[in-house]
């Protein structure tokens, strides 16, 4: 009995969090060892480490790693990694290697097993794509997302064509059209809904979408909200 209950205790002890000899490195699995995608992670140092998930990208950021040609032999695999991952990092990404031809099912059914335990899918077609991937989360850790922000134009119909492309079913042609005719984002907010609608390539639905967006409570008191004429 008393074998039994230390052994009990043991297991749900939680080992000590690894900690890197840099914040700069990478902590890499040991069972990764020889996995081909090292030899193409040049820009980041990397080191090996007792943890959890395969790859340590970051304090809150982790990659777990599966080729989809291991994923039909052992398909309970990467069940058992995400059971043992247990709600740990904030961002949690698994990593496809798309090593078959045939992987259209089995990329459906891991982005389903994802989507309900919080990973969030990359897939990648090559050791040399995937290695940059690992070096890449890494490498932008405490980068702003500016770098990979949309660029927009500085001119007055590039900020317009920014701001209304944003709401549902409005495209680049629908933004012309609402410029040319009404002249100004003032103009377009006032416009009567009757004006609106006959507009070409506005239907009801398109038309009520934008009127709604619109309408959302911007002001701090929702009661000065403007009330649209019908």
């Known amino acids: 009995m008393a074998v039994h209950k230390?052994?009990?205790?043991?297991?749900q002890v939680t080992p000590p969090p690894f900690v890197p000899k840099s914040k700069s490195t990478i902590v890499v699995k040991p069972s990764q060892r020889g996995n081909p995608?090292?030899?193409f992670v040049r820009n980041v140092p990397y080191e090996y480490g007792e943890i959890v998930p395969d790859f340590v990208v970051g304090l809150t950021s982790c990659v777990l790693f599966l080729s989809i040609r291991y994923h039909r032999l052992h398909p309970?695999?990467?069940y058992n990694r995400i059971a043992a991952l247990g709600k740990s990092y904030v961002l949690r990404v698994l990593l496809i290697l798309v090593d078959v031809d045939l992987h259209q099912q089995a990329i459906r059914e891991l982005t389903r097993v994802a989507m309900v335990n919080d990973l969030t899918v990359v897939c990648a077609w090559s050791n040399e794509?995937?290695?940059?991937?690992?070096?890449?989360?890494?490498s932008f850790e405490n980068k702003p997302p500016d770098?990979?922000?949309e660029r927009v134009d500085n001119d007055y119909i590039s900020k317009l064509t920014d701001c209304l492309t944003q709401i549902q079913s409005i495209n680049k042609t629908d933004v012309v059209t609402l410029a040319s005719t009404f002249g100004s984002f003032k103009?377009?907010?006032n416009a009567p809904v009757d004006e609106l609608g006959v507009l070409p390539g506005f239907g009801e639905r398109k038309v009520k979408r934008l009127l709604e967006?619109?309408?959302?409570?911007?002001a701090i008191d929702?009661?000065?909200r403007r009330l649209r004429r019908r």
């Open 6 to 11: 230390v052994a009990s205790t043991e297991a």
């Open 37 to 39: 995608l090292l030899q």
């Open 76 to 78: 309970e695999y990467i």
């Open 129 to 138: 794509e995937a290695g940059r991937y690992v070096e890449t989360f890494k």
């Open 147 to 149: 770098s990979i922000k």
């Open 187 to 189: 103009n377009i907010m």
């Open 213 to 218: 967006a619109f309408d959302q409570p911007f």
């Open 222 to 224: 929702p009661k000065k």
